[in-house]
Nanobody, 124 residues
Framework: QVQLVESGGGLVQAGASLRLSCAAS????????MGWFRQAPGKEREFVTA????????YYADSVNGRFTISRDNAKNTLDLQMTNLKPEDTAVYYC?????????????????WGQGTQVTVSS
């Protein structure tokens, strides 16, 4: 059974940092791009960032570029998201996902494995 399990969410004040982690099991995703998405209440799920299969290329949504950093450890089958200078508008449930493909991709429909999500709340 393939599972992606996120951790590290929480309640922080604006300007703080958080590090999210995603642990994959049941399948090795070292050949797949992986990404982070988020969904705020009443809004559609949106792309945050993605990283290619070997970790050499990453792509960020404009809203987080310069504040968030994605990384992966293929040996451990894990994916991380370092978030700095958090803003109230970053409040959302954050999801880890694995792509069908090896290159970075922002399109939700190209991700076929999803975690259950972790809540990030940023207070002003």
């Amino acid at each position: 059974q393939v599972q992606l399990v996120e951790s590290g969410g929480g309640l922080v004040q604006a300007g703080a940092s958080l590090r999210l982690s995603c642990a994959a099991s049941g399948r090795n995703f070292s050949s797949n791009a992986m990404g982070w998405f988020r969904q705020a209440p009443g809004k559609e799920r949106e792309f945050v960032t993605a990283i290619n299969w070997r970790g050499s290329s990453a792509y960020y949504a404009d809203s987080v570029n310069g504040r968030f950093t994605i990384s992966r450890d293929n040996a451990k089958n894990t994916l991380d998201l370092q978030m700095t200078n958090l803003k109230p508008e970053d409040t959302a449930v954050y999801y880890c996902a694995a792509s069908r493909y090896s290159d970075v991709d922002s399109r939700t429909y190209n991700y076929n494995y999803w975690g259950q999500g972790t809540q990030v709340t940023v207070s002003s």
